[in-house]
């Protein structure tokens, strides 16, 4: 029954010494300080041309001070507004005059006379003093005046209001509808116009204000850069940047003081933003540029090959957002599982349970923002009873583009740790039936929890290699393919990738996902009635991992790509440097931390329109592990291959060999080109065309004895030899390729080539 | 992955009955397919023959899980219900008990249920009968087995144990290697 008070051991009061501690008094304070002293700086001319005139006022005759004995308000208000108080003697007359302008007619033109005003002033406060009645009598006023000077003379540094002194007028000219906020709130709206402008740079931004200004990011980035110019200009004592002499930065004699680093990253890109006007004569780009990466090196700790990429993938003001927004985790969503619960009831129970949470956005109808929580969100009776799932929004995106339908047979190539899957479950009420599958044994432990947690019960968790999976089983309606990738889209979450990567990961891991994505596509079924969609996605978002590889796609396969019906996020590139991609790549979606807030991710969806596969003529095949006679056949251009029909005996092996596929695969009872028999009847009719092909041009008789009879021998254990046969025909087609086609001659050649190659096989076949 | 043999379904099929009584025809004859109960790697799993047949595809030691896992049987031939169980279990159940807001944690790390956390019992449960226990919102959360008749529940100290925990769904992130 409760914890008994033990009096010898003692609890330990005040923050702990990890408790975070919170800017004092003292910064804030140091902070306005330094602003103001720049602020004095920061005089328009207008404001200068008053201050003179002020400076002369001063000098005029006591007399009207004297009449003066309360500056400001002079009306009813006066009672209870107070003006300003100042804090530069210099400014006195000045501060009183904004102050008036501000509190009482904004619409004043500000080159009004200062002694009109002045006189009216005066006017105001005879008035007043009549107002005020008999009461106030002639020592009464003179104690007033006193009152008023003592203020004066005191410094008052902790007046927002006074901030306004001198800049204050380009504010409200340039916002008219900060008029009616109070001193604070304008002092605030400033302070945060010059921080945006100084490239959002401090780390404790809180995440909604990055949200808003992601939102509005667009729209302003070009009015912003201009304004940021002028400020800039005005902050810094010296306006140019100077880019450090070269031994300088050799020497390592650049200062590491991250705060200098940072500044000079912000000079580093205003000045690159616009080169032409903010260069320093004869220093070239390349010099500018090559500081600037060392320095987002050393700031953001990434390692010099990941932001080279980065730099190339976006422009330079964006380049800042998004390492700015990799130090920031992305909000904690959830997804309702609505097999088990509708969102609204979640939201109330969860509510109830101290959760303070939002609807994810108007694009889901099932996610929900944890802003905070007084419980572990990952543990609470509603995650037990599996009434929702821990995901990222960005991972709801890939299956709203896959869109599976009730019935359908859905793969999900890599399915740890299942979120995707069961939200695959979900949307088809848990009918049909969706295999998940990883290559991680560990990892589908969790898959099992997770689908029986929430209720899955349509689905099939395997453990295969993905690259098998079309030998495996095939003919899927839907297949979701979220590739392993070099995870540079998450950095938020794993900053070890900031430093783990090069060049070599990226190639290996895009070459992976070739890999996948072609035994994806040979997994789905071209001829469903409601499908044959492929997804393909990864959270990375390099162009290597994302358009190289569906660009790949697209050429060794018969697939296109459609709209993945998601209406927003960026559209795929084109072109990269030196990569060009397929026009239609455009169809494609990036999505940025920066700009989205959710984790950087890419999606494209293809559609399989035949189950053919056009390896056959132009040597795709050899890309596959498995199919590897491909080989031989890639000598022949693949025009003529199809015309060919002079040798007899091929097509006969070919209907040999379909019925050799259907008999093979369970699946492909249905159709011929049903998908589980599709990897036998690929080979099938594949060799047909082998020998076809390799017929036609009847040169020789090494060359066509070869080919023919290479099929029959090959097609009880293909596998084995024809890896190797593989490597030296895919090297050689490589080269041939290179070289272009001069059909007659190459196959002659080739021919030959395979032949012995063969001709050393055979013996070790038999 | 084979069909249970007569002795193991008989094992099981027993195991089953204690929760949800007769109701067990309802799992095996149902309106919206056959499903069938399967044997793989010593786990029972439960699944439409729609999927049974897809499943064939997959060689043994690579298919890990297939529709719903039931429990497994242990090396001395005994059955032992899973967590997982309870979605089936649940809608079926013939006693319940559901336990209040306050002891829902506590049963969720895996404590047995006290007469203190005790909200409502089914009438009529005997003892040791195989009963479900739900939250006060009625969310499922586990089962076990009574350790008191109703009746008894009544007279016994708030501190005696009414119900033994058997699973609950903590379990999904305390053992979830163990799971299947």
């Known amino acids: 029954m409760g914890r008994k008070l033990d009096p010898t051991t003692k609890v330990k009061r005040g923050p702990g010494k990890k408790a975070r501690k919170q800017k004092g008094a003292e910064v804030e304070l140091a902070n306005f300080i330094t602003e103001e002293d720049t602020g004095a700086k920061r005089l328009s001319s207008r404001a200068r041309k008053r201050a003179a005139k002020r400076v002369q006022n001063l000098k005029k005759p006591e007399d009207i001070t004297e009449k003066q004995p309360k500056k400001g308000f002079s009306d009813e208000n006066s009672k209870w507004l107070k003006p300003t108080k100042r804090k530069r003697k210099m400014d006195e007359p000045e501060s009183e005059d904004e102050s008036e302008d501000q509190w009482e007619d904004e619409d004043e033109e500000e080159e009004e006379e200062k002694a009109p005003l002045q006189k009216k002033g005066g006017k105001r406060q005879e008035k007043k003093s009549v107002e005020l009645g008999l009461k106030n009598l002639e020592e009464e006023e003179d104690d007033d005046d006193d009152d008023d000077d003592d203020d004066e003379e005191e410094e008052m540094v902790d007046d927002y209001g006074a901030d306004d002194d001198g800049s204050g007028e380009e504010e409200e000219e340039e916002e008219s509808d900060g008029d009616d906020l109070l001193p604070i709130e304008r002092a605030a709206k400033k302070e945060k116009k010059l921080k945006e402008s100084m490239a959002p740079s401090s780390d404790d931004d809180d995440d909604e204000e990055e949200e808003e200004e992601d939102e509005d990011d667009e729209q302003k980035s070009d009015s912003e850069m201009d304004e940021e110019d002028t400020i800039q200009t005005n902050i810094d004592d010296v306006d140019n940047f100077k880019l450090p002499s070269a031994e300088e930065s050799e020497e390592g004699a650049l200062s590491l003081d991250l705060k200098t680093v940072h500044q000079r990253i912000k000079d580093n890109i205003d000045v690159l933003c616009n080169f032409s006007a903010k260069r320093e004569e004869g220093k070239a780009r390349v010099e500018y540029l090559s500081l600037l990466r060392k320095d987002l090196c050393t700031y953001y700790s990434y390692n010099e090959f990941l932001i080279e990429k980065l730099m190339d993938l976006f422009p330079l003001s964006e380049l800042v957002d998004f390492l700015e927004a990799n130090e920031i985790q992305r909000p904690v969503t959830i997804r309702t599982n609505t097999l088990k619960t509708r969102r609204r009831d979640l939201a109330q129970a969860l509510i109830n349970r101290g959760v303070n949470l939002d609807p994810l956005g108007k694009w889901s109808k099932v996610g929900l923002v944890i802003y905070d929580s007084s419980v572990p969100i990952g543990a609470t009776p509603e995650y037990l009873a599996g009434h929702y799932m821990l995901q990222g929004a960005s991972s709801f995106l890939p299956v709203m583009a896959l869109s599976p339908q009730e019935g359908e047979l859905v793969l999900d190539m890599s399915s740890a740790p299942g979120g995707k899957t069961s939200y695959i479950a979900q949307l088809m009420r848990n009918t049909g039936v969706i295999v998940a599958n990883d290559a991680n044994a560990d990892r589908l432990k969790s898959v099992v929890g997770n689908l029986h947690r929430l209720g899955v019960t349509n689905a099939v968790v395997c453990n295969y290699d993905g690259r098998q999976f079309p030998k495996v089983m095939g003919g899927f309606d839907r297949v979701l393919l979220d590739a392993p990738c070099s995870g540079t889209g998450v950095i938020a979450k794993d900053p070890a990738v900031k430093t783990s990567k090069d060049e070599a990961d990226i190639l290996r891991s895009a070459h992976l996902q070739k890999e996948l994505i072609l035994s994806a596509i040979d997994s789905v079924n071209a001829a469903s009635p409601s499908g044959g969609y492929l997804i393909y996605c990864t959270c990375s978002i390099m162009v290597e991992e994302n358009e190289w590889v569906v660009d790949y796609a697209l050429k060794k396969r018969n697939v296109k790509l459609v709209p993945t019906g998601l209406d927003f996020g960026k559209e795929g590139f084109t072109s990269f440097k030196k990569y060009r991609f397929h026009p239609s790549l455009k169809l494609t979606r990036r999505f940025y931390p920066h700009s989205h807030n959710m984790d950087g991710f890419f999606v494209a969806k293809f559609k399989k329109f035949s189950n053919v596969i056009p390896s056959a003529s132009t040597g795709k095949e050899d890309e596959k592990t498995e199919a590897s006679e491909a080989t031989e056949v890639t000598e022949s251009p693949k025009k003529t291959a199809p015309k060919n029909k002079t040798v007899k005996d091929a097509p006969a092996k070919t209907n040999a060999q379909k019925k050799n596929a259907k008999t093979n695969g369970a699946a492909a009872k249905k159709q011929n080109f049903k998908t589980k028999g599709q990897q036998d009847s690929q080979t099938g009719p594949k060799k047909a065309k082998i020998a076809k092909m390799d017929g036609e041009p009847v040169k020789g008789d090494q060359v066509k004895k070869g080919t023919v009879e290479k099929p029959a021998m090959k097609s009880p254990d293909q596998t084995k030899e024809s890896k190797t046969v593989k490597k030296d025909g895919s090297r050689f087609e490589k080269k041939q390729t290179k070289k272009g086609k001069t059909p007659l001659k190459m196959k002659n050649r080739m021919g030959k080539n395979a032949f012995k190659k063969m001709k050393h096989k055979w013996p070790k076949n038999k | ?180």
């Open chain 2, 1 to 180: 992955m084979r069909p249970l043999t007569e002795e193991e379904t008989k094992t099981m099929f027993e195991k089953l009955s204690k929760y949800i009584g007769e109701n067990i025809k309802l799992l095996v004859d149902r309106p919206d397919g056959t499903y069938c109960f399967r044997l793989h790697q010593d786990r029972v799993f439960y699944m439409s023959e729609k999927i049974l047949k897809l499943a064939t595809n997959f060689s043994r030691d690579k298919l890990i899980s297939v529709g719903t896992c039931f429990g497994k049987f242990t090396k001395t031939k005994k059955f032992r219900l899973h967590i997982t169980a309870l979605d089936f279990l649940a809608p079926y159940a013939k006693f319940k008990v559901w336990v209040k807001p306050g002891a829902e944690q506590s049963f969720l790390y895996g404590n047995h249920v006290l007469k203190s956390g005790l909200g409502r019992i089914t009438e009529n449960t005997m003892q040791y009968q195989g009963v479900v226990v739900y939250s006060m919102a009625d969310v499922p959360l586990g089962f076990g087995v009574a350790a008191k008749s109703t009746q008894e529940c009544r007279r016994v100290d708030p501190m005696s144990i009414v119900v033994f925990h058997q699973a609950d769904v903590g379990e999904f992130i305390r053992s979830e290697e163990t799971l299947t």
